[in-house]
């Protein structure tokens, strides 16, 4: 990994902090800045394939400070660097700034995360559940939700075989 | 830009009401699994597409927070089921990446047969369920019985045909028998007779190429863009796979060739995957001819690999082995980190990235799947094309249900 | 009464045997393959065991077209409605196989999403054990439902509605929800 790169996102990005685990490099972002900081990476790094969007809840994770932790993969199709973009939102709003302006592939990968975790992407052109039904109210990948669910998966009625 | 359903009502309600929607789906024999496609149809003309997916959705990532790293190959198996030991592999190279293992290479030889034979298997189902949607069964039968002979050598390496569950932490399973290499040189031996009756079947049949050619074409920066890798981003000129550009295993130790295409239609991502096969075959072709011998798990002292079954059943160490390291918070040692880790699956990227917490069940698994990536671009591939397309352009992307909703 | 010798070509039967005698032998599955058992379901078909010897390779993925529903894998709490409207758009006589721990029971799959059992919400005919079931056991549970409609079929399909065979069914569905209140580690 360049340290190039960590380097210029460190002089431009303000409070971002960078370390490094088994060869991977990670930016922890504000919340506010994370738009630009993609940007920049996709722009002016050559960071241009975005590889996954995900979240993690810290709910009951030992010394965490913020409830979610959302996880930007990106990779350099040239010279196959990899840098780890991680932010923190939380409650009661949590959101941020959508991605989609700059790769259409983060469509989808933001409706999974609205979709288990219900954090809203701000200016994402068709933010709808994506996986579970358009009924469900829960968000079930919160740590909060039991992997059983609710009961939303026997609520359904029944067909006895006098009823076809 | 996609729009969303409500917006294309909206927009087209007035203008043009001649335009009719077709449901396809989710149960449809095309679809081969459970996924919907609302399309909005001029005539024959499809004007646009909405998927609607999550048909399949079990939780698999749920799941994975409940799970300890070795019981969980159980649920990464099911996952992309055409190809399952290789998400094993996925997931054991993201696990030894989070606890800092170096894997044996006696191991990491074997592991690379088993992807390989995967990266076979599930090109053949791939291309043989193309064929099928676009009119040729007989390729289908040719290439499922070619999956069967697969299957045994999982079955005599495993001993399930179809779920190997074969990885561990820090190891394997079971080591190779003598059977199952065997096995494997009579298939490699055999494949690549069939393999050219298969490309005579199809590479210049008349119909088919017809129905390929220059249909659902995904330029280079569309690919990037859409983040697209594997057979469908090399199809249009992308050169990215993970075994030349990351060797992760000891894929740096072969010589195989990265086949790629710049058109970018159809038949460019089901030849793509023709001569992959090819290349797997030589590399499983080599591995198991360099084979290196000595242990499949790492050093019992470490405290990763789960001892041999003779070893559990007979010697007290063995035993007390086995039990710390299924016990609950007397396993594994694993650092209060989160790591990614991916590997080049038959069908692209396939990544997780773990969080772990110290205890041996992981905080959080995450699967970047590649079919749910590739099929976001399938609104773009489909738009402007005939409704007879949808299943030609459906069977090149590959889409995999359990892996596409996990 | 006179013994009648019959000609050689003349066979006498009971109607209700003869009507499931033709039913047994031209089952036309509908797959409602899901997940990995429609993989198994699809070699099934295909070159090495090939389903056409027991009479049930006609394989019609419109449901009006079949009297035997296939269900091979998990099914989603999305996907539920669907397989239910899919066995009512099916016609009389109509069998269910429950193909996999999944279909059957939810399998490994116990979360959230996942139906812990279609026979829950569909009557079910046969079960198969397995994850996924080989195709050898699929085939095997083909001909015991062969078996099983020969045995109890009848013409006007009264064995479909015996009041002791709903109140089997009705006490399957109605069992307690299991693990609802404990969370597995």
Known sequence: MSTETTQQIEQRIAGCTVSEFRGQARVVVPCEAIHEALTLLKNECGFDLLVEITCVDYLNFRDATDRFGLVYLLANSATNERIILRTYVNEPDPSVPTATDLWRGANWMEREVFDMYGINFAGHPDLRRILMPEEFTAFPLRKDYPMQGRGERHNFPVIRRGDA | ?406 | MSQVDLPDDVVITKLDELASWCRKNSLWPMPFATACCGIELMATGASRHDLARFGAEVFRFSPRQCDLMIVAGRVAMKMLPVMQRIWQQMHEPKWCISMGACASTGGVFDTYAVVQGIDRFIPVDMYIPGCPPRPEQLIQAIMDLQEKIQREGTLDGKEFNTSQRQQTKRALTELPIMGQSTVIR
Not at chain 2, 201 to 220: E, H, M, S
Not at chain 2, 344 to 373: K, M, Q, T, W
Request: proline residues 4%.
């Open chain 2, 1 to 406: 830009m996609t729009l969303t359903l409500s917006e294309i009502n909206e927009q087209r309600a007035q203008q043009s009401d001649y335009l009719w929607t077709l449901n396809f789906g989710p149960q449809h024999p095309a679809t081969h699994t459970t996924l919907r496609l609302v399309l909005q149809l001029d005539g024959e003309r499809v004007v646009d597409a909405t998927p609607d997916i999550g048909y399949l959705h079990s939780g698999f990532e749920k799941l994975g927070e409940h799970l300890d790293y070795n019981q969980y190959v159980t649920i990464t198996d099911r996952m992309n089921y055409i190809s399952p030991a290789a998400n094993g592999v996925a997931w054991h190279h993201a696990v030894e990446n989070l606890m800092d293992i170096e894997i044996t290479p006696r191991c990491q030889y074997i592991r690379v047969i088993c992807a390989e034979l995967c990266r076979i298997s599930d090109h053949l189902l791939s291309c043989g369920a193309m064929g099928l949607d676009t009119g040729a069964f007989t390729f289908f039968l040719y290439a499922f019985y070619q999956r069967e002979l697969i299957y045994d050598i999982f079955e005599s390496l495993s001993g399930q045909r179809f779920h190997p569950g074969y990885t561990r932490v820090g190891g394997l399973f079971h080591d190779l028998t003598d059977v199952t290499i065997e096995k494997i040189r009579a298939f490699v031996r055999g494949f690549p007779k069939v393999h050219g009756e298969l490309e005579k079947l199809l590479n210049r049949n008349r119909i088919y190429v017809d129905r390929t050619k220059g249909v659902a074409v995904l330029t280079k920066e569309e690919a990037i863009n859409f983040s697209a890798t594997g057979p469908i981003a090399r199809a249009s000129g992308v050169t990215r796979d993970l075994r030349k550009d990351e060797p992760y295993l000891c894929y740096a130790d072969f010589d195989f060739q990265v086949p790629c295409m710049k058109t970018g239609d159809c038949y460019a991502r089901y030849y793509v995957r023709m001569r992959e096969m090819l290349e797997s075959l030589k590399i499983v072709e080599q591995a198991l001819e360099n084979l290196p011998a000595g242990p499949i798990n790492v050093g019992e002292d470490e405290r990763t690999a789960l001892p041999d079954k003779h070893a559990v059943y007979q010697s007290i160490e063995g035993t007390i082995t086995h039990f710390e390291l299924v016990m609950n918070n007397r396993g594994f040692e694993v650092p209060q980190e989160e790591v990614y880790g991916a590997i080049e699956s038959p069908n692209g990227e396939l990544g997780f990235y773990i969080v772990g917490d110290g205890s041996d069940v992981a905080y959080r698994a995450h699967c970047r799947p590649p079919s749910f990536i590739h099929f976001a671009i399938f609104p773009h591939l489909i738009r402007g094309h005939t409704l007879s397309d949808v299943v030609a352009v459906l069977g090149s992307l590959n889409i995999i249900a359990a892996e596409l909703d996990r």
